[in-house]
């Protein structure tokens, strides 16, 4: 069954390309020429997500963002800013910090000591005097990339020329607002190193023809087979799939299933009441939410109808995928290997609405409350895994993301062989071909103005 796509133009007129019928060679996930394009084209001139501002709550809190080769310390400083600058001494260019995260004083080089403040600029050589040129403060103080924050979340551009943030978000920005994401508490950190091209990560999650045959589940609670796409500017793409529904594909059931009853039963639905018309289930969960949200405490008069029940993921050029609700947000990042365009780690963070909630009578906002954000006192560590983890059952990033996890290896391997050359893709799969369409505008230079 096709589904709907729409166009959409950003306000400050970045309008949408008309995608053509992408063609996607084998080559572009496998070739590490075309990964040397991607970080010419893509990688050096777009705005990146590289962490949460959670991380930077005080002065001295940093966190590093390693993707590809590259590392960007990004910290808060004494002044309270935000500072990015390259994790790279400016003695002999030893990559200074290690840790993924933590809280200094100063930047300091293991090596031979150099010291800089968290904004970069050096600050103290030890026996300056033996050298015979100049190194003063400015010349080699780090070097700094472009940084700016929005909905809690941090993000650098390693063209100092790029255009801001708010442009290239444009109405992702007051779309999402209402969300409040900035407020969330962070409940879960994962990552797992996949041998898959960061793309072929990317393209599982934009298309929903998959979801029949490797989450039969889902036919229960959401309809894939109606998904609404929209394709815009910039290579970004929006998915609308409708929740608390069944996929239509099966014909309506008489009785609730019991995955959408256990996801109505904590705010207080009575699945047996919908005996007949289990189509009314998602219109009674709108209501029912707003109710319930009322009586908690968690107010949902800033949210449409379909922000309510349904799900709504974002996925931002080049690599973020966003899936939001009002309650929880899920922020998945797969990020490029060094050297090897067959590998490829995921990031997966949760972030949770500080719900209240009310244990006398069973309710709750989320159908599956397993990490109540009141509950976290510290920040959760990062649990780090391979796909063998995931298949053996030892780690976990939902039964979904783990089939697909299952399913990505294999892509991957598929695409080296010598019977198989180009991709060929359907009206279901049309954010794929968007996505690809300006990755090549990227590469191509045309997407966005560069500095070169
Ligand atoms: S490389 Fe950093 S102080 Fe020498
Ligand atoms: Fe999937």
């Given at each position: 069954?096709?589904?709907?796509?729409?166009?959409?133009?950003?306000?400050?007129?970045?309008?949408?390309?008309?995608?053509?019928?992408?063609?996607?060679?084998?080559?572009?996930?496998?070739t590490t020429a075309f990964m040397q394009q991607e970080w010419d084209g893509i990688w050096t001139r777009s705005w990146l997500l590289a962490g949460l501002l959670c991380d930077l709550k005080e002065p001295g809190d940093y966190f590093v963002f390693n993707l590809g080769r590259e590392s960007i310390l990004v910290s808060r400083t004494e002044s309270g800013a935000i500072a990015a600058v390259y994790n790279a001494c400016q003695h002999?260019?030893?990559?200074?910090?290690?840790?993924?995260?933590?809280?200094?004083?100063?930047?300091?080089?293991?090596?031979?000591?150099?010291?800089?403040?968290?904004?970069g600029r050096l600050l103290s050589v030890p026996d300056a005097e033996?050298?015979?040129?100049?190194?003063?403060?400015?010349?080699?103080?780090?070097?700094?990339?472009?940084?700016?924050?929005w909905a809690g979340l941090v993000w650098i551009n390693m063209d100092l020329d790029a255009p801001s943030?708010?442009?290239?978000?444009?109405?992702?920005?007051?779309?999402?607002?209402?969300?409040?994401?900035?407020d969330m508490v962070l409940v879960s950190d994962q990552t797992v190193t996949l041998d898959a091209n960061w793309k072929t990560c990317i393209d599982n999650f934009n298309e929903q023809y998959h979801v029949d045959f490797i989450h039969p589940q889902h036919a229960s609670f959401v309809?894939?087979?109606?998904a609404a796409n929209e394709l815009w500017p910039l290579g970004h793409r929006r998915v609308l799939v409708e929740g608390y529904v069944t996929n239509p594909r099966y014909g309506v059931p008489e009785e609730v299933p019991p995955i959408l009853a256990a996801a109505i039963r904590p705010?207080?639905?009575?699945?047996?009441?919908?005996?007949?018309?289990?189509?009314?289930?998602?219109?009674?969960?709108?209501?029912?939410?707003?109710?319930?949200?009322?009586?908690?405490?968690f107010d949902y008069s800033g949210f449409t109808d379909e922000q309510v029940s349904d799900v709504l993921q974002y996925d931002l050029f080049p690599n973020v995928i966003m899936t939001v609700k009002p309650e929880e947000l899920w922020v998945m990042r797969p990020r490029p290997h060094p050297t090897d365009p067959d590998k490829c780690c995921f990031d997966k963070w949760t972030l949770r609405a500080n719900l209240p909630?009310?244990?006398?009578?069973?309710?709750?906002?989320?159908?599956?409350?397993?990490?109540?954000?009141?509950?976290?006192?510290?920040?959760?560590?990062?649990e780090v895994f391979d796909q063998a983890d995931v298949v053996a059952g030892r780690h976990?990033?939902?039964?979904?993301?783990?089939?697909?996890?299952?399913?990505?290896?294999?892509?991957?391997?598929?695409?080296?062989?010598?019977?198989?050359?180009?991709?060929?893709?359907?009206?279901?799969?049309?954010?794929?071909?968007?996505?690809?369409?300006?990755?090549d505008a990227w590469l191509d230079g045309k997407a966005w103005p560069t500095s070169s």
């Open positions: 069954m096709p589904q709907p796509y729409l166009y959409r133009d950003f306000a400050n007129g970045l309008s949408a390309r008309v995608p053509r019928q992408a063609s996607l060679d084998a080559e572009r996930y496998t002999r260019g030893n990559r200074i910090m290690t840790n993924e995260l933590g809280s200094v004083r100063a930047i300091s080089c293991p090596y031979h000591g150099w010291t800089y403040d968290l904004d033996r050298f015979t040129q100049d190194i003063a403060c400015e010349s080699h103080s780090l070097k700094p990339v472009q940084v700016d924050t943030l708010a442009t290239f978000l444009g109405d992702v920005i007051p779309e999402l607002a209402p969300y409040r994401f900035e309809d894939c087979c109606n705010l207080g639905l009575e699945p047996d009441d919908f005996k007949g018309r289990v189509p009314e289930v998602r219109r009674a969960v709108q209501r029912q939410k707003r109710l319930v949200g009322e009586r908690l405490g909630g009310d244990a006398s009578h069973g309710l709750s906002l989320v159908g599956d409350p397993k990490v109540t954000a009141d509950a976290i006192d510290d920040r959760p560590e990062r976990s990033m939902t039964i979904t993301i783990d089939q697909d996890i299952h399913l990505l290896r294999d892509m991957q391997a598929g695409m080296h062989s010598r019977g198989f050359r180009r991709a060929v893709l359907n009206e279901d799969e049309i954010r794929v071909q968007h996505f690809h369409d300006w990755v």
